[in-house]
């Protein structure tokens, strides 16, 4: 089968690998009709983790089901699946609490918890940015779709990781009808939150980003953009709150923070929201972080090359605010979500800028991982447009 396989900082190619196969009598196999790159492919893509070379990428996998093992008993053959990027036994402590996002069993190493498919520390899974994907304990894992899958699928894949992800970080953050809520970052996931935000009925969210093409975005879907090239974001929402702040906050762009001038600095999103958001407010925060970033531009910076982040700590204290953060638990959404997809009263595919054959995935990676002007969010369809 053909694959995006990662071959060391800024190179994917696409190439012949082994089929995807049954390994375990729970396993399926899912022939991958749409896959996602992702802001946290560019972690990777960039050599900033462990990832190995010669994995294949792709977490956020949508298809149809080709084949399943002798122990599953609900999903069928010719069904459409969306697939959580988070791995999960369903039987661990963890999963049995819900927590899917850290399961403790499809994380091989045993100190660590939490598996993804072709994601750097999150077990030995290819990513579904390939013909075929292996998803282990299918029935688990998998969320079926309904009649209108095969049209929709550009919506639905959303329910991989994105959409639930951006979902969670406002739900860390307590967002409430009404609310005022700031979110740093609209990349996707940015994007996501924002939309789900405004979904719970926020009175007004604000979205920060150097990125004028995606703060248009930002503003089409009814949040308020904050362009910090011109702007500090803390500044405006206090301005607009009477110098107290938004109610909560989500932070959706992680460790590779930079100003806009492009310095790293990865306490820069931390500290503008616990500096524009109020007294007890809460903070979600889904970008990523790592607990070492050897690679990293300011690896010559001791504390940041261990992923030690000099954040506003005594301010977040005084403030007394509430902060969630880690891997979304996405199938604590993903049903919820997609039937507000089916029943139209979410279309999240409204970020989607580019659908493109599996063959372009070199390129797609180049110009995403460039934020070129446009390039939202691209969608890899490795079996053909009309699969
Ligand atoms: N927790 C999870 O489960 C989870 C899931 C998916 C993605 N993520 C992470 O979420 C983050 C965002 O993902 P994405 O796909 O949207 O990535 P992305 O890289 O496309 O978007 C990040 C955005 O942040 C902006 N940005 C950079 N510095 C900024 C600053 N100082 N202030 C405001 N905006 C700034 C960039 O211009 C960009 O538009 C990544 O770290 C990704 O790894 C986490
Ligand atoms: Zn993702
Ligand atoms: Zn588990």
Redo the contacts with the bound molecule.
């Keep these: 089968m053909r694959a995006a396989v990662y071959e060391g900082p800024r190179t994917v190619t696409v190439k012949d690998v082994p089929d995807a196969k049954i390994e375990h009598p729970c396993d399926i196999i899912v022939k991958i009709t749409s896959t996602n790159i992702?802001?946290?492919d560019?972690?990777m893509y960039e050599g900033r983790t462990s990832f190995e070379t010669g994995r294949t990428l792709g977490h956020e996998n949508l298809g149809q089901v080709v084949e399943v093992g002798p122990g599953i008993s609900k999903v069928k053959v010719g069904e459409y699946v969306v697939l959580p990027?988070n791995i999960a036994c369903g039987f661990c402590k963890q999963c049995e609490k819900g927590l899917t996002?850290y399961c403790l069993t499809m994380q091989p190493e045993p100190a660590l918890a939490g598996a993804a498919y072709g994601f750097a520390e999150m077990g030995p899974y290819q990513g579904g940015q390939a013909e075929l994907l292996r998803v282990p304990y299918g029935d688990f894992n998998a969320l079926r779709l309904g009649e209108d899958a095969a049209e929709r699928q550009v919506d639905y894949v959303m329910l991989a990781?994105?959409f639930p992800?951006g979902y969670?970080a406002t739900e860390m953050a307590d967002v409430k009808p009404g609310d005022q809520t700031i979110v740093?970052?609209?990349?996707?996931?940015?994007?996501m939150a924002a939309y789900s935000a405004l979904l719970k009925g926020a009175g007004r969210v604000w979205v920060?980003?150097?990125?004028p093409d995606?703060l248009r975005v930002a503003e089409e879907i009814g949040a308020i953009p904050i362009d910090?090239r011109r702007e500090n974001?803390a500044e405006v929402v206090k301005e607009a709150t009477l110098g107290l702040g938004a109610d909560n906050g989500c932070e959706?762009?992680?460790?590779?923070?930079?100003?806009p001038e492009g310095k790293e600095?990865a306490a820069?999103?931390l500290n503008?929201l616990i500096d524009a958001v109020r007294f007890t407010g809460s903070l979600g925060v889904?970008?990523?972080f790592l607990p070492e970033d050897p690679g990293g531009a300011k690896a010559q910076d001791e504390l940041e090359g261990q992923g030690k982040v000099p954040f506003d700590y005594g301010l977040m204290w005084f403030k007394g605010q509430r902060m969630g953060t880690?891997?979304?638990p996405v199938k604590r959404y993903n049903r919820a979500l997609r039937d507000l997809v089916a029943g139209g009263k979410a279309e999240p595919s409204f970020l989607v800028s580019h659908e493109l054959d599996l063959d372009e995935a070199p390129t797609a990676y180049e110009k995403?991982d460039a934020?070129e002007n446009g390039w939202t969010k691209v969608v890899l369809h490795p079996n053909g447009h009309s699969a």
Excluded: E, K, W
């Design positions: 992702c802001g946290s560019l972690h990027f996002n990781d994105i992800t969670h740093y970052g609209a990349g996707p996931v940015g994007l920060a980003d150097q990125q995606r910090t974001p959706c762009v992680g460790y590779q923070a930079h100003d600095d820069l999103t503008g889904v970008g990523v880690g891997q979304a995403f934020r």
